[in-house]
């Protein structure tokens, strides 16, 4: 019988019960499953020190087009991440590495994994193809998670995951593999206690190719883009504090140049666009 994609998460659910006896299809699994991780993690080490700045689909959902920009126009100008930050998105690779696995140990057909795609000149790399589904697999904490679960996903997108989705299915949609054109999923787990939920998405109505097309002309002009997010008030001193979306972009220096100013409390760094009253003594400013 061949499994259908809405009973993924309680099969996968079913095989770590142990309600599941593969057999010697556990050892050809396992051992491609081991070959991927070793390329993953390889890939993760070696080549994104040689990382060269583009347009690809994994960014044409972000919702603001000037960090986007900068990053290809301003390369040397982008906080390059920490090394735990890179442990954490190495991290979340290998949880989505064992997602598939996973599918795949619990019976479900999961094709066109890592292959190359292409939108409007735009290229990217797709997850996954499980059960004819176009999916796109992550790793969230609780909170995130919760999200997806619950659809709240379509109200409150922050990195821009939809628009990303929506850009593969759309390059999908001549591909045999994808047997379903009309919808696509994120396969998601929560990191810290080992949830899993299918969040279904329709194909949207409006046309990605044109929106990807004018992304590509924004990228490729002289205009820096506007912002997509606006300072906020720092309680009631009068002092202006990048919003959240912002203080955690690699192009915030980038974008607004030596009037922004960091202060470290006793929370974590302030990232301040307008100072009109110093912060107190204890306060430590980084230059």
Not at 17 to 45: C, P, T, W, Y
Not at 115 to 142: N, Q
Request: glycine residues 8%; proline residues 5%.
């Amino acid at each position: 019988m061949v499994k259908q994609i809405e009973t993924l998460v309680d099969d996968i659910y079913e095989l770590l019960g142990g309600n599941f006896f593969i057999g010697e299809l556990l050892d050809d699994l396992s051992e491609a499953f081991a070959q991927r991780m070793k390329q993953m993690v390889g890939n993760r080490v070696i080549k994104d020190n040689n990382y060269t700045p583009g347009l690809r689909m994994s960014n044409l959902g972000k919702p603001c087009e000037r960090q986007v920009y900068l990053g290809i126009h301003k390369p040397e100008e982008m906080e390059p991440l920490d090394p735990w930050t890179r442990m954490k998105f190495l991290y979340g690779d290998c949880i989505e590495e064992l997602l598939l696995f996973l599918c795949e140990a619990a019976g479900h057909t999961v094709t066109g994994m890592q292959d190359k795609m292409e939108l409007e000149g735009v290229p990217g790399h797709r997850d996954a193809v499980i059960d004819g589904v176009l999916v796109d697999v992550k790793s969230a904490s609780t909170f995130s998670f919760k999200k997806f679960k619950d659809g709240g996903l379509v109200n409150d997108d922050p990195f821009g995951y939809i628009g990303q989705i929506q850009s593969y299915l759309e390059a999908s949609q001549d591909d045999p593999l994808v047997t379903d054109k009309s919808r696509c999923a994120f396969l998601v787990m929560d990191k810290t206690l080992g949830h899993i939920c299918l969040d279904i998405h329709a194909k949207v109505p409006f046309d990605v190719r044109e929106i990807t097309r004018q992304k590509v002309a924004t990228m490729e002009g002289d205009v820096l883009p506007s912002r997509a997010f606006a300072p906020v008030e720092d309680g009631k001193s009068g002092n202006m504090k990048l919003p959240m979306q912002c203080s955690y972009c690699n192009a915030k220096h980038a974008c607004y140049g030596p009037e922004l100013r960091t202060f470290l409390y006793s929370n974590g760094p302030r990232y301040l666009t307008k100072v009109v009253r110093e912060p107190a003594e204890h306060v430590i400013e980084v230059k």
